[in-house]
């Protein structure tokens, strides 16, 4: 019963309220299904199917609240998960943050599903990997690649008489080609609800074309660059940031507290060239319209031509402030501008092109220092045109003070960042004055 | 690596998706059910026993199930507030086979004879499909089965016999403490595991083991707003592989010194005290002058480099490339394992490989391939021995056996290769800390592990820490700030100029180290005495903004 329509799931639920003889009761339905294949040196190494359906029961005596869930949707055993919840409710400690459940709501119906991406079979993702394989073959490399495709639904119901519904399908892939004897490296990832847009063979070239490009890497000396971050690149970098939560600014822990107390909202935090902002409607990166608090999902901003526009306040939070709650979004957009990276390029003097960065981590909460290196693609820049392949480097940058440096954006496209491979919408950016603070020889 | 968020509850996700609040770990359940028997071992046997068959049956030449519980316990808090508290049970089987010459795995939570026969037959399938892809075929290193045995963790008190209120109690006992000392704020959580691990092999093995974790942690956090700055310190335990005995404190246990580190007992209480302490000056203390030190590190940070710049370039599947597309490959190539003179470290540095230390991460008795634990070295004498390999690698290296490197996170993950503990030897001549603090000119001593990042063939690396001591002409003059070194994995090993004494010898170790695609988590330790580096490249990482 891996996905439910909204019928389907909206009965099961009305069953699950109808035994609750808790205060309140919220309920959560979700289910998903997928696959995966893993390459390595030319062949599948690991491939598997997953599937699952679970039930959430929170009940909430006074300000205690007891959670259960369960995978068995008989009704003994839906009445059972329902007292359960309530029993573990009465021995909870009260939750001095407990807010009320919110009532009936109308939200706009979702663009995050894809029913072909939803009929992925073994045999689809097969043929993909055979294709991005051909790819490689032809350039003389070898792979290591991952595909992946999820589909799943989620509802949620309350005793106050809200019900909310969605569902949503996506695919990922991405490759690392290298020679055999690993002195070349080249990397392509691509997102999409809509498994028709997915070319792997066309990925793959580009990983490809990358990995042999780096032939005989020369080592320049680090410091200070302009440089042109590819949207693979900027992703991973701005996903440390993309934190616009009021609590912790409030409390003085954040980039976006405010010396004195307060918080950042209003300041001029960034170059006024960057916009950041949500859209549940953004047709390349689609999310959800309702989050689980039951809060509808808008357009919001978050940074406004460099301005802090908003801040993220859940429920609880915006009442302590008598504010009106912000929900935590379901994707982060940043706005882009004209140039193309060749552009970007014709107009460097003496930089860096980055493909893509690895490894970073906070080094400092405080500034959002980060530090990580680039790696699969790092190009020399001079007099307009790329000279030749360098070796990679170590940077130490905060993305506050690489916003702050934009020189040039390009068109947003869907990135996956590296390592939390959430997706992003991210323009490629040319940035200058970015500090790469040592040499790496990792290939 | 270490996975960023071990509980991924609905967010941004894959932009896409919004999916319900899948907890990583398992179902929520009750308390109580943490200490409610699971299947008995006769019927796991029965039922394991249907899979084999059924495997043998449609074709595969090698098959093993692994039936799996795996139980958790979370608390967190915050100053005077419970924020959660989470128990979860995940109980299923994986199922492994090798048909065609190529694996196949499929996995269900329907344990029952009939769950068994389809997942094992899809198994199968998935094997001889994947085959017609290509490639060379596995050669998996022979293993004799062991019959049916068991393995228990050495542990002295099954953490969840301790009543949560107790728990709780300890927790918001420690943050009092610290807002008394002076926190701005503070956040502490307990976190247990126990996998209780099934498993059987087409090989005669039927093996059933029952692994404890315990990680206490806690994080104060101290805010100058007039200055607009602020400062946080975490605890100085370590995730171990033991029961609730570890927050029993004994003074035996203690390592004393300009601040109190622990061994196999931990203090809580007197931890935070510290912590709160510790914070207040730090948020003061003066930056970091860049430039060469020689770095005196203590066991609480030297495990996460270890960790990164000697436990992961070993491992034999990135050194192979398997791990290309995300974690990356190795440094260390097996040309340079075949010269038997590669010179990774100076002659101080001897590290091993294993999965036997009391009160490790890695402690276990067999591998999740049915293989018996063991130890072996990686680096003698500072020179490049061995690696860490599983059944199907081990020819790669010229063993005629695995080294019982396998490990699954979840009776649903694919168990592949991964770190057992890695530790550096103690040093055979007697060396407190203090008599190497001794001989520092200008020096930093380091406690406790900060920022972390190391390139995809791990030559290049930077750490940070939680306390930055300044050494001056032999003495600890104070804290200083904003520190982190960088360095190349053999130059710094070759930098290595002393390691104190095994009775200075403690475990470090990550909770939830992440590798593989899709991501799995796995817990090890890494053991190691205070140790010196010279002339290390140390840079200051205070920054300014808007």
């Not at chain 2, 495997?55 to 924020?83: C, H, M, N, P, W």
């Not at chain 2, 100076?346 to 294993?354: L, T, Y």
């Not at chain 2, 019982?404 to 993950?413: E, I, K, L, T, V």
Request: charge should be neutral.
């Amino acid at each position: 019963m891996a996905i439910l329509t909204k019928e389907q799931a909206q009965a099961l639920l009305k069953k699950v309220l109808s035994y609750s003889k808790a205060d309140e009761c919220e309920v959560a339905l979700g289910g998903r299904m997928g696959g995966n294949i893993r390459t390595a040196l030319n062949a599948v190494s690991t491939a598997s199917e997953t599937s699952g359906t679970t039930l959430f029961v929170n009940s909430t005596f006074g300000k205690k609240t007891g959670s259960a869930s369960i995978n068995e949707f008989d009704d003994a055993s839906l009445e059972k998960v329902v007292r359960r919840a309530e029993e573990l409710a009465q021995l909870a400690p009260p939750n001095p943050e407990f807010m009320p459940a919110l009532g009936p709501a109308t939200f706009k119906e979702s663009i995050t599903w894809n029913a072909d991406t939803a009929a992925m079979t073994p045999d689809t993702r097969a043929e993909l990997i055979a294709q991005s394989m051909k790819a490689t073959k032809e350039a003389g490399l070898v792979q290591a690649g991952f595909l992946e495709n999820t589909s799943g639904f989620s509802a949620v119901m309350n005793s106050k008489g809200l019900f909310a519904y969605n569902k949503s399908s996506d695919v990922t892939f991405s490759v690392t080609t290298r020679s055999e004897a690993g002195t070349v490296s080249g990397y392509a990832a691509r997102g999409f609800t809509d498994i028709k847009k997915l070319d792997t063979y066309g990925a793959t070239k580009i990983a490809a074309m990358k990995a042999n490009a780096s032939k005989d890497a020369r080592a320049i000396e680090p410091g200070k660059y302009t440089v042109i971050l590819e949207p693979t690149a900027g992703a991973y970098m701005l996903e440390n940031m993309f934190r616009f939560d009021a609590r912790s600014a409030e409390e003085g822990r954040s980039f976006l507290s405010k010396k004195g107390g307060g918080t950042r909202l209003g300041d001029q935090l960034v170059d006024e060239k960057v916009t950041i902002y949500s859209d549940p409607f953004n047709t390349e990166l689609p999310g959800a319209t309702w989050d689980r608090e039951g809060l509808s999902l808008e357009k919001t901003y978050w940074i406004d031509k460099g301005v802090v526009k908003n801040l993220s306040y859940s429920r609880y939070w915006a009442e302590k402030k008598g504010v009106k709650p912000v929900p935590f979004p379901s994707n982060i957009i940043m706005e882009g501008g004209n140039s193309s990276v060749e552009e970007m390029i014709a107009s460097t003097e003496r930089g860096i092109l980055v493909s893509r960065l690895w490894y970073i981590r906070m080094v400092d909460q405080q500034t959002l220092l980060l530090t990580g290196l680039t790696r699969d693609g790092t190009f020399y820049i001079e007099n307009g045109k790329i000279k030749f392949p360098v070796k990679n480097f170590r940077f130490n940058e905060s993305p506050v003070i690489m916003l702050n440096n934009v020189e040039a954006l390009g068109k947003p496209e869907r990135a996956i960042s590296v390592e939390s491979y959430r997706s992003y919408m991210i323009p490629p950016m040319k940035v200058r004055d970015f500090t790469f603070s040592s040499l790496s020889d990792a290939v | 690596m270490r996975r960023k968020d071990f509980i991924y509850l609905t967010g941004i996700g894959a932009g896409a998706m919004m999916l319900p609040n899948f907890s990583a770990l398992g179902s929520p359940v009750d308390a109580s059910r943490l200490l409610a028997e699971g299947m008995d071992v006769a019927t796991k046997k029965a039922l394991a026993d249907v899979a084999l068959n059924t495997a043998k049956a449609a074709g595969a030449s090698y098959a093993d199930v692994r039936i799996g519980r795996y139980l958790s316990q979370f608390v967190a808090t915050r100053e005077q507030r419970v924020q959660g508290v989470a128990n979860t049970e995940s109980f299923g089987v994986g199922i492994r086979v090798l048909a065609n010459g190529c694996w196949g795995f499929a996995a269900t939570n329907d344990v029952t004879k009939d769950g068994m026969a389809k997942t094992a037959a899809r198994a199968v399938a998935v094997a001889k499909a994947n085959a017609k892809i290509g490639g060379k075929p596995v050669e998996l290193a022979p293993q004799k089965g062991y019959g049916q045995v068991s393995w228990k963790a050495p542990i002295e008190k099954n953490a969840f016999e301790v009543p949560i209120k107790e728990k709780v109690d300890l927790l918001l006992a420690a943050n009092a403490i610290a807002t008394k000392g002076g926190a701005s704020f503070v956040n502490s959580f307990l976190a247990m595991i126990n996998e209780q691990k099934y498993f059987a092999s087409t090989d005669g093995s039927y093996i059933d083991q029952d692994i404890h974790r315990i990680s206490p942690n806690f994080q104060v956090t101290k805010i100058d707003q007039s200055a607009g700055s602020f400062q946080t310190q975490s605890s100085l335990s370590s995730p171990m592989g033991l029961g609730y005995e570890y927050l029993i404190p004994s003074a035996a246990e203690k390592v004393t010194g300009v601040v109190t580190r622990y061994k196999q007992r931990y203090d809580m209480l007197e931890d935070i005290a510290q912590a709160a302490k510790n914070v207040s000056e730090k948020i003061t203390a003066k930056s970091v002058e860049p430039g060469k030190y020689d770095l005196v590190l203590d066991p609480s940070h030297l495990w996460l480099t270890i960790h990164e710049s000697v436990g992961h370039p070993t491992e034999l599947d990135r050194v192979l490339g398997y791990e290309a597309n995300f974690a990356g490959t190795s440094f260390l190539t097996l040309d340079k394992w075949k010269s038997k003179n590669f010179k990774f470290g100076s002659e101080h540095v001897n590290i091993h490989a294993d999965k036997l230390q009391k009160g490790s991460l890695g402690q276990v008795g067999y591998d999740d391939e049915g293989v018996k634990c063991g130890e072996w070295e990686l680096i003698k004498d500072g020179i490049l021995v061995n690696y860490q390999a599983t059944r199907d690698q081990a020819h790669i290296i010229g063993l005629d056996k695995s080294q019982g490197c396998c490990y699954a996170d979840n009776w649903d993950s694919v168990q592949f290769q991964r770190m057992p503990n890695v530790s550096l030897k103690p040093g055979k001549t007697p060396l407190s800390p203090d008599d190497m603090i001794k001989n520092v000119e200008k020096g930093i001593f380091i406690v406790n592990n900060g920022s972390f990042s190391i390139d995809q063939q791990r030559y290049n690396f930077q750490f940070g820490g939680q306390l930055f001591y300044e050494i001056k002409n032999g003495k600890i003059i104070g804290q200083i700030n904003d520190v982190a070194y960088q360095a190349n994995t053999q130059e710094f090993w070759n930098s290595c100029v002393g390691v104190c004494d095994e009775s200075d010898y403690r475990l470090g170790g990550s909770f939830s180290d992440g590798k593989g695609q899709p991501q799995q988590v796995s817990a090890v330790s890494h053991g190691s005495s205070t140790t010196r580096f010279n002339g290390v490249n140390v840079i200051n990482t205070k920054r300014k903004i808007g």
